[in-house]
């Protein structure tokens, strides 16, 4: 029986757990303790915290593991990394990994392989004088911690007057001397997924983002196909075929996020690893396919066909899908939680994360939500008219 070391224990991983499970394959999860849906499901756990490298590296050399895994968070991939080079196992290299969880590496990759990025400064937290240094940044600019995820650390400013408080929110969400400072883009965030495999990217599936707008954009749904014009797609292409290849991501999935400004693609990061929010889901639904068991075979060591993607590109016969998060408005216990959808084969998930009695946050950060719905349709109109539809009759009483 082949043995898969999945780190993290979350509601993005329990997909991964759940498709390895059927595949066949013996689930070892590890993360740290706490109120984790995938502990239950998983074969063996061990509570470690992912980021911990030499404990996940006994562990799976105990283990004798076939492959190391993770969907949905940046938090464990230098791990992924360290132990697929340390192993030998397929996977992305501790220094793809590095680059895709540090922000300024990520951005002087960019910089040197000339994708097109927003123009940075790296700050010190010892420079007094930082104000210089950017100067010649247009604003507005984003203060960014290098190494935090889920828009921690991360400030929009308008005039100097606010660079104070931005640094200071940088400096509470990081554990690094330094930060970057970048010009803001103005326009239409976007993404895309992707696969590399043995060098090839296999696919690319640009989807548009629902961004809800807090302190920063947090993306709360995502549809396929993004509809755009088909030069504009081949920039977004490019600039993630580029960005991908100066990163030296092989072997995994990637999680690419960008904004579109005067049709042109800025690329803001990539990550080695799915996308969260019903990003995978969204690339099974389109192409047809279990997009977690294909994560799955390559991180097992198996060689996998992506001939559909291929196949539904160019006859453009993806099956257009939504995806929407479910949110509370106001922190509190979840008193009572119904779906009122009366079953629908293009209601592809109603989720619920959470049971009454659980408490919740009021929705400011993804790590908030409380559920999802995913929608697919003959059109991406219909897909999204379902969606929208689907998400009224869902009731969460929070108290
Ligand atoms: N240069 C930028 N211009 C415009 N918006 C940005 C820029 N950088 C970040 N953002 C916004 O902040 C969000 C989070 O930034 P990102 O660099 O992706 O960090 P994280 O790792 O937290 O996702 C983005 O999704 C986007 O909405
Ligand atoms: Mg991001």
């Keep these: ?20 499970k059927a595949m066949g394959i013996q689930t070892i999860v590890a993360s740290i303790p706490g109120n984790y849906p995938g502990f239950e499901l998983a074969d063996k756990v061990y509570y470690e915290n992912t980021t911990d490298y030499q404990k996940i590296l006994e562990i799976a050399k105990e283990e004798g593991i ?3 895994v993770t969907a949905g968070t940046d938090v464990a991939v230098i791990t992924i990394g360290k132990v697929c080079d340390e192993l030998g196992l397929k996977g992305l290299s501790a220094e793809a990994a590095e680059c895709a969880t540090d922000k300024l590496l990520m951005k002087q990759c960019y910089e040197k392989y000339g994708v097109r990025s927003a123009k940075f400064r790296r700050i010190s937290f010892d420079d007094a004088d930082y104000a210089k240094s950017i100067e010649d940044l247009t604003l507005p600019v984003m203060f960014k ?44 965030e976007f993404g895309a997924q992707a696969f590399v495999q043995d060098g090839k990217l296999e696919f690319i599936l640009p989807h548009g983002d629902y961004v809800f707008k807090g302190d920063t954009g947090v993306p709360v749904g995502h ?31 990637i999680n690419a996020d960008f904004i579109l400004k005067d049709g042109k693609t800025y690329v803001l990061e990539l990550g080695g690893r799915s996308g ?6 969204l690339v099974s639904i389109y192409y047809g396919f279990d997009y977690y068991e294909k994560i799955i075979r390559v991180a097992i060591g198996e060689k996998v066909d992506f001939s559909e993607c291929d196949k539904v590109d160019s006859t453009l016969s993806g099956t257009p899908n939504a ?16 779906d009122g959808n009366a079953p629908d084969p293009d209601i592809c998930e109603v989720q619920f994360d959470y049971k009454p009695g659980d408490s919740v946050h009021k929705f400011k950060v993804g790590p908030h939500r409380i559920g999802h719905v995913i929608t697919k349709g003959k059109s991406l109109d219909d ?17």
């Design 1 to 20: 029986m082949k043995k898969l070391l999945i780190l993290g224990a979350g509601i993005y991983q329990v997909p991964l757990i759940k498709t390895a």
């Design 66 to 68: 076939d492959g190391i």
């Design 145 to 188: 911690s290098v190494d935090s995820s889920g828009s921690r650390g991360i400030t929009k400013v308008d005039d100097p007057s606010g660079f104070e408080a931005a640094r200071q929110n940088v400096l509470e969400n990081t554990r690094s001397g330094y930060f970057i400072v970048e010009e803001y883009v103005e326009g239409e």
């Design 223 to 253: 549809f396929a196909p993004y509809d755009l014009d088909s030069e504009v797609i081949e920039d977004a292409r490019k600039q993630l075929a580029g960005a991908a290849r100066a990163m030296q991501l092989d072997n995994c999935a």
């Design 276 to 281: 969260a929010t019903c990003l995978a889901e």
């Design 323 to 338: 995806s929407h998060l479910l949110m509370s408005d106001k922190d509190g216990i979840i008193v009572s939680q119904t």
């Design 383 to 399: 897909a999204v008219a379902l969606l929208n539809k689907a998400l009224e009759n869902i009731h969460i009483e929070v108290e």
